[in-house]
């Protein structure tokens, strides 16, 4: 009776999961969500969390995450549409609110943005912050050597 009550929920778990998960439809329109959140950098809130060791002035350069009410942090498929929002970290990161509209894919706690709409921030900001920050990185990342770790120290008071 356990083993049929276990495989009858892992089917369901299964069965569940596909159907929110975005990439599996041939017309993704069809599973389309929308959530509101607020937008958070990924490494900095794991580390406030659970002491991960996020070194976002290095590596990660504060990539910019979606926060749901619940709490779950899903990070951003870095795509046309979603590229801009994970680098404009100068003015999204101070948990501006959101609402996106695109696809979950609960495996890996993404989701790929189809419209976003933030609040007090227009598009075109987010652009112009996204570009300036892709273009700092640029700039010094062609300096590092071979072996050396990305000097990429530039965390615009994000003491963490």
């Known amino acids: 009776m356990f083993r049929t009550i276990t495989v009858a929920l892992s089917v369901l778990l ?4 596909l159907a929110f998960a975005g990439g599996w439809a041939k017309d993704k329109g069809l599973d389309q969500v929308t959530l509101k959140g607020e937008l958070v950098c990924v490494g900095c809130s794991l580390k406030k969390m659970d002491g991960a060791n996020a070194q976002c002035n290095l590596y990660a350069h504060h990539a910019i995450g979606f926060k749901t009410a619940d709490g779950l942090i899903w990070s951003i498929v870095d795509n046309e549409k979603g590229h801009d929002v994970i680098r404009a ?3 999204l990161e101070k948990g501006k609110k959101a609402t996106i509209t695109g696809w979950i894919y609960p495996v890996a706690n993404f989701i790929e943005i189809d419209k976003i709409e933030v609040e007090g921030v227009t598009m075109e900001q987010i652009q ?6 892709d273009q700092l990185i640029a700039k010094r990342l062609a300096t590092r050597k071979l072996g050396q770790v990305p ?3 530039h965390d615009h008071g994000h003491s963490r």
């Open 14 to 17: 299964l069965s569940v999961s």
């Open 89 to 91: 970290h100068k003015i």
């Open 128 to 133: 112009v912050a996204a570009l300036e920050e």
């Open 151 to 153: 000097t990429m120290d």
